[in-house]
């Protein structure tokens, strides 16, 4: 079991950055693959980018490839996403998400993971 807490959201005007954190709970987290997904209002949630937990695999949604860039810190059992150039269709809640299936891989479906955070909420401004 890993509980996952995410931040660092906020109002951003286009063109700008932020950083968004998931702090996992547990000794557990150099054993799970890593995610971050996001959801815009009336729209399902998309996969954003993943990163295996050895940092070999790491893969991006291509609508973000360029500009955002995951990572992670096991030692400190966080995953980070680092999001610039930010535009408007960015908006949405985006979750970190966390995987069981094997450590060496990284994934892009929803349905891949098996814990998820609330979601922290990612506003951009024209």
């Known amino acids: 079991q890993v509980q996952l807490v995410e931040s660092g959201g906020g109002l951003v005007q286009a063109g700008g950055s932020l950083r968004l954190s998931c702090a996992a709970s547990?000794?557990?987290?150099?054993?799970?693959?890593m995610g971050w997904f996001r959801q815009a209002p009336g729209k399902e949630r998309e996969f954003v980018a993943t990163?295996?937990?050895?940092?070999?695999?790491?893969y991006y949604a291509d609508s973000v490839k360029g500009r955002f860039t995951i990572s992670r810190d096991n030692p400190k059992n966080t995953v980070y996403l680092q999001m610039n150039n930010l535009k408007p269709e960015d908006t949405a809640v985006y979750y970190c998400?966390?995987?069981?299936?094997?450590?060496?891989?990284?994934?892009?479906?929803?349905?891949?993971?098996?814990?998820w955070g609330q979601g922290t909420q990612v506003t951009v401004s024209s």
């Open positions: 547990g000794r557990a987290f150099a054993t799970y693959a």
């Open positions: 998400a966390a995987t069981g299936k094997p450590w060496y891989k990284a994934y892009r479906e929803n349905g891949d993971y098996d814990y």
């Open positions: 990163i295996s937990v050895n940092k070999i695999n790491i």
